[in-house]
């Protein structure tokens, strides 16, 4: 286990059309965050899992966005409906409890074009 | 007011000189601060963190950290093409969730 892994790297989708990304975080880590970014912009966060549990959801994330850590380990994040507005790249990164000393590891991010 | 602001930059430095980028947060409740180096169509990855006042060094990069006024920076000596990114810097606010700013956008020319 060499990192955060995420999948798949770029999606492109048709507006409208559900789409859902993975994300595999360092098998120790028991915290997990998704961020989204758009260009030039910093990281914006979306939400975070303790373990199974999800924690906090940010405003940002609409009734079209759902989050899920069924087993504690990897997380899907789902967007129905995609709308233009969505296109951005979604970061996952995973951390120990504690660690906001030590700060999160990223994944490469799955890059997200709506048509 | 952004929870964490930066300098959009671009910052732009002869190789060899130390760039300097700043950053100011809000929430007067954060402990915990990170920069991140961020290149382009990649993902962040953390270079520093700080977290009590004062200067801390690790190879060519200083952290400094004033909380009274809200202040936290990097410093690059001996810059390198290679420094060439994006910096974002990081703040851990009281809800313990990572706020990011912008970033700022250095070059650094051969």
């Known amino acids: 286990d060499t990192g955060v892994s995420q999948d798949p790297r770029h999606k492109i989708t048709k507006r409208g059309q559900n789409v859902t990304f993975r994300c595999d975080p360092i098998?120790?880590?028991?915290?997990l965050y998704w961020y989204r970014q758009t260009l030039g912009q910093g990281p914006e966060f979306l939400t975070y899992?303790?373990?199974?549990?999800?924690?906090?959801k940010s405003r940002l994330l609409s009734d079209r966005f759902s989050a899920e850590r069924p087993k504690g380990s990897f997380s899907t994040l789902e967007i129905q409906r995609t709308e233009q507005g969505d296109s951005a790249m979604y970061l996952c990164?995973?951390?120990?409890?504690?660690?906001?000393?030590?700060?999160?590891?990223f994944g490469s991010g799955t890059r997200l074009t709506v048509v | 007011q952004k929870e964490v602001e930066q300098n959009s930059g671009p910052l732009s430095v002869p190789e060899g000189a130390i760039a300097s980028l700043n950053c100011t947060y809000s929430?007067?409740?954060?402990?915990?601060f990170f920069w991140y180096r961020q290149y382009s169509g990649k993902s962040p990855e953390l270079i520093m963190f700080i977290y009590s006042n004062g200067d801390k060094e690790d190879g060519r990069f200083t952290a400094q950290l004033n909380k009274a006024s809200q202040y936290v920076s990097l410093l690059i000596r001996d810059s390198q093409p290679s420094d060439s990114a994006t910096y974002l810097c990081a703040v851990i606010d009281n809800n313990n969730d990572m706020r990011f700013g912008a970033g700022t956008r250095l070059t650094v020319k051969p």
């Open positions: 098998s120790e880590h028991n915290r």
């Open positions: 990164a995973s951390s120990l409890p504690g660690t906001g000393t030590y700060g999160y590891t």
């Open positions: 899992f303790q373990n199974e549990a999800q924690l906090e």
């Open positions: 929430d007067r409740g954060s402990q915990s």
